[in-house]
């Protein structure tokens, strides 16, 4: 029944990406016409980050499909890491297109250029509208998923970009201050670098296996040492597999040469805890009794 679930709520994520792709292909192509015959710079960038958006949206939407395949002797923990790495391709090239915008509106900005400012406010509007919806699809997965959050990012980020690109597309018309196009695609290539920042870190912490930010090492050995047979917890190491998937591994001095069967009732018992207080389902815990090792909680294997 859990991997029926699972495999529902896959077919669910992969719906709202196909969706969203189209969308955002179609405001994309849109965009880019319009920034051309404009000569809008921000509508020019919007456009370019809407293409983006439609390369992380693909990404995102074969991660998810790669979750959903069968594990193999050869693939032992199935392609669960494939969203992690689709969400941190997507951090990162957000972050290289703002840089390589900014750097482009900074050297535009001596010299502004006269838009069409109509074309400006039609297409930021219409972009407003495609990845409003978009945003609205993905919200209920990005709230639990690194790879749909980083595919929502995406999504977010352009929508309040393309709100920006038509506040200056209105200045633009009224006040005919053309200089604004390239103080938009400043700010916005500031803010892009800024909301990326927090998922290229997180995506990271993942891979190099760090100890998610909330847990406590020590507050873990603190519950399993309140098990009567346990002497000593040592060689600990926690670390996530993707979004829900924590895993611990450790070794287990016992006080007494219990029988296998004693010993298992405690790690089963051990196994509860870390479950309900700690979420952590997926544990390697090695019994020890009278073996010489380094008893430190954390060990250095170099």
Not at 19 to 42: D, E, H, P, W
Not at 137 to 164: C, G, P, Q, V, W
Not at 230 to 235: A, D, P, S, V, Y
Request: net charge negative.
């Amino acid at each position: 029944m859990g991997h029926g679930h699972d495999h529902n709520h896959g077919n669910m994520k992969g719906k709202k990406l196909g969706i969203s792709i189209l969308l955002n292909v179609f405001i994309t192509v849109a965009q880019a016409i319009g920034g051309i015959f404009s000569g809008s710079l921000s509508l020019i960038t919007d456009a370019l980050h809407n293409f983006s958006d439609v390369i992380a949206l693909i990404i995102s939407y074969i991660a998810d499909k790669l979750t959903q395949k069968n594990y193999s002797s050869e693939q032992t923990f199935g392609y669960k890491r494939a969203e992690v790495i689709a969400a941190l391709i997507n951090a990162v090239s957000l972050i290289a297109i703002a840089l390589m915008l900014g750097k482009e509106a900074i050297l535009r900005f001596n010299e502004p250029v006269e838009i069409e400012s109509v074309w400006v406010i039609l297409l930021a509007g219409a972009s407003i509208l495609v990845n409003g919806l978009s945003v609205l699809l993905l919200k209920s997965e990005a709230e639990e998923n690194m790879n749909m959050r980083s595919a929502y990012l995406h999504l977010f980020s352009d929508m309040i970009t393309s709100i920006a690109v038509m506040v200056g597309g209105i200045c633009m018309y009224y006040f005919q201050a053309y200089w604004v196009d390239s103080l938009l695609s400043i700010l916005i290539a500031i803010y892009l670098i800024y909301s990326s920042f927090g998922l290229l870190t997180q995506t990271l912490r993942v891979l190099m296996q760090f100890t998610p930010k909330n847990l406590d090492v020590e507050a873990i050995q603190a519950s399993i040492m309140q098990e009567a047979a346990i002497e000593n917890l040592h060689h600990v190491h926690v670390w996530q597999l993707n979004d829900k998937d924590i895993h611990l591994e450790a070794h287990l001095d016992f006080k007494e040469d219990l029988k296998l069967s004693e010993a298992s009732e405690v790690i089963a018992n051990i196994n509860q805890v870390l479950k309900a207080e700690y979420q952590i389902k997926h544990t390697l815990l090695k019994p020890e009794f009278g073996v010489q090792d380094a008893k430190t909680l954390i060990v250095d294997e170099r």
